[in-house]
């Protein structure tokens, strides 16, 4: 089903926290693959990599030790038991989404870790995509009450959204000064080979943009969104008579993936966070 496995570190394996109590659970693995705690591997012949990267965190950083208290750290207000209870409780719901999601971003990491950015994005943008509805939906009941939830899920449809992924885009606007989503970002082309054009793609995709230098431009994260789906709409998905992006005008996806790839998945981490935030508060 996958063709890359995630291992728990093996001090967790004993406890909930090694997703294996209840078995595959999914929520939990895709948690503690975000935060970097674990190994991927390829295939039961291949050696384990270990993760290396938190990208729970904006902006993201080096991985932590492999210790249940920074797990709980990551949890602000709920104890060790709060969250044991929750992960081993909450298995069952909405249990099609975290396995397909699972198994998307255990390829996406994988597939970072071995520098195959294209392949890595594709898995990304495939989570993504899958979670462009249900995120705004469940992250909603978190900000209100069943009431008021309708209401304010019709303002993000706006006028302007012609699908899913405009619901996502208008859901990260949305998001409060407060909100990490709000931080700003510098994506730096400076070890690329070409870093004039690889701004001027950025410059294409993004409207907003907080600065940049001769290798460098810098946005905020809740403009990332803006990025991957343009990006995926007009480098693979070429649409006749619309503003597609060809090798001459990106000489080299590949190093640019490179560049942007920790920063999409960064932006990914902040949602399905929002997302187990609003699980644990609905299933208290």
Same mark, same amino acid.
């Given at each position: 089903?996958?063709?890359?496995?995630?291992?728990?570190?093996?001090?967790?394996?004993?406890?909930?926290?090694?997703?294996?109590?209840?078995?595959?659970?999914?929520?939990?693995?895709?948690?503690?693959? &975000?935060?970097? /705690?674990?190994?991927?591997? @390829? +295939?039961?012949? %291949?050696? #384990?990599?270990?993760?290396?990267?938190?990208? =729970?965190?904006?902006?993201?950083?080096?991985?932590?030790?492999?210790?249940?208290?920074?797990?709980?750290?990551?949890?602000?207000?709920?104890?060790?038991?709060?969250?044991?209870?929750?992960?081993?409780?909450?298995?069952?719901?909405?249990?099609?989404?975290?396995?397909?999601?699972?198994?998307?971003?255990?390829?996406?990491?994988?597939?970072?870790?071995?520098?195959?950015?294209?392949?890595?994005?594709?898995?990304?943008?495939?989570?993504?995509?899958?979670?462009?509805?249900?995120?705004?939906?469940?992250?909603?009941?978190?900000?209100?009450?069943?009431?008021?939830?309708?209401?304010?899920?019709?303002?993000?449809?706006?006028?302007?959204?012609?699908?899913? &992924?405009?619901? /996502?885009?208008?859901?990260? @606007? +949305?998001?409060? %000064?407060? #909100?990490?989503?709000?931080?700003?970002?510098? =994506?730096?082309?400076?070890?690329?080979?070409?870093?004039?054009?690889?701004?001027?793609?950025?410059?294409?995709?993004?409207?907003?943009?907080?600065?940049?230098?001769?290798?460098?431009?810098?946005?905020?994260?809740?403009?990332?969104?803006?990025?991957?789906?343009?990006?995926?709409?007009?480098?693979?998905?070429?649409?006749?008579?619309?503003?597609?992006?060809?090798?001459?005008?990106?000489?080299?996806?590949?190093?640019?993936?490179?560049?942007?790839?920790?920063?999409?998945?960064?932006?990914?981490?902040?949602?399905?966070?929002?997302?187990?935030?609003?699980?644990?508060?609905?299933?208290?």
């Amino acid at each position: 089903m996958s063709t890359f496995s995630f291992h728990p570190p093996g001090v967790f394996r004993r406890s909930v926290f090694g997703g294996e109590q209840p078995r595959d659970n999914h929520r939990l693995k895709s948690f503690l693959i &975000l935060v970097g /705690l674990g190994s991927i591997r @390829r +295939s039961a012949l %291949s050696k #384990s990599t270990p993760l290396r990267h938190d990208f =729970i965190t904006i902006p993201f950083s080096a991985g932590t030790s492999p210790s249940i208290s920074n797990i709980i750290a990551k949890f602000q207000g709920f104890s060790k038991g709060d969250l044991e209870k929750f992960f081993k409780n909450s298995h069952g719901k909405n249990l099609i989404y975290h396995k397909k999601i699972y198994f998307e971003l255990v390829n996406a990491i994988g597939y970072f870790q071995e520098k195959n950015n294209i392949s890595c994005f594709l898995h990304l943008y495939r989570i993504i995509e899958q979670s462009a509805l249900c995120l705004p939906i469940i992250s909603l009941m978190k900000n209100g009450n069943i009431e008021n939830t309708f209401m304010e899920f019709k303002s993000l449809i706006k006028s302007d959204a012609k699908s899913d &992924l405009s619901v /996502l885009k208008n859901y990260s @606007r +949305s998001q409060k %000064s407060t #909100s990490p989503l709000q931080v700003t970002v510098n =994506i730096s082309f400076a070890h690329t080979t070409n870093p004039t054009q690889n701004i001027a793609i950025v410059r294409k995709l993004v409207k907003n943009i907080v600065s940049s230098t001769a290798d460098s431009i810098e946005l905020k994260y809740l403009e990332i969104d803006s990025l991957i789906i343009g990006f995926r709409n007009q480098f693979f998905h070429y649409l006749f008579h619309e503003d597609n992006l060809s090798l001459m005008d990106l000489t080299y996806p590949e190093e640019f993936l490179e560049v942007c790839n920790p920063i999409f998945i960064n932006y990914f981490a902040f949602l399905f966070k929002d997302l187990l935030d609003a699980e644990m508060l609905m299933w208290d």
